[in-house]
């Protein structure tokens, strides 16, 4: 199965900046997906990034505070922008395994502590 | 919208009994895949079920599919330590061939095992 490397794997922001997420995965994939999960909850799709297209984004997130780079077919990345505390939660991304049946394999997360 | 309800959201049971964690999709769904997320870490992809009334096991993990494609569960025969975890169901709700494909995820049964 793929392998992704996310990074980074924790941090802790000041309020009112931002924060890029990267992930680099080992091998070529059409779509990435960025959730978000906070404590003790589910996974809630943010985006689906598509390399040469702009991302496609789930209702309630947008684009200005979730800009999202997929410069080619292993790389992808996710910004917090004008980050809150309300943005405090875990971060990641996620590809298809190919082959089908496989499932999706994800990063192992960015844990965003915002004060 | 598309909605993935999971029951129930926590379950403590001594090592040696039997779990079981179910999911229920107000749509039908095109296949169903289920993550176990182990405390700290990210989900990992357990399996994927596809066909109506389609019945998996892994050594004691025992996945079903109903035949309206609905429903699923997964079942844990005599826990152990080692299955201490949130298990997620994740549905697939797109139509066949179609482009947008996204998974939702229920909100997981976090299970704990008391030795």
């Known amino acids: 199965s793929a392998v992704i490397s996310q990074k980074p794997s924790r941090d802790i922001c000041q309020r009112g900046t931002s924060l890029t997420i990267q992930c680099q995965v080992d091998s070529q994939v059409t779509m990435m997906f960025w959730y978000r999960q906070q404590p003790g909850q589910s996974l809630t799709l943010i985006a689906t990034a598509n390399q040469g297209s702009e991302a496609t984004y789930e209702s309630g997130f947008v684009i200005d505070k979730f800009p999202i780079s997929r410069p080619n077919l292993t790389f992808s990345t996710l910004t917090v922008s004008n980050m809150s505390p309300e943005d405090s939660s875990i971060y990641l991304c996620s590809v298809e395994d190919q082959g089908g049946g496989h499932g999706y394999t994800f990063g192992s997360g960015t844990r965003l502590t915002v004060v | 919208g598309q909605q993935v309800m999971q029951i129930p959201q926590y379950q403590h049971v001594q090592e040696g009994e039997d779990f079981t964690t179910y999911c229920n999709s107000s749509?039908?769904?095109?296949?169903i895949q289920w993550y176990k997320q182990r405390p700290g870490g990210h989900p990992v992809f357990l399996i994927q079920?596809?066909?109506?009334?389609e019945v998996k096991k892994q050594k004691r993990l025992t996945f079903q599919f109903g035949e309206a494609k609905k429903n699923s569960s997964l079942h844990i025969t005599a826990t152990q330590t080692t299955d201490v975890g949130t298990y997620f169901c994740a549905g697939d709700v797109s139509p066949p061939g179609g482009s947008n494909y996204k998974l939702t995820f229920g909100k997981g049964t976090l299970l704990t095992v008391n030795p």
């Open positions: 749509t039908t769904l095109s296949n």
């Open positions: 079920l596809v066909k109506s009334g």
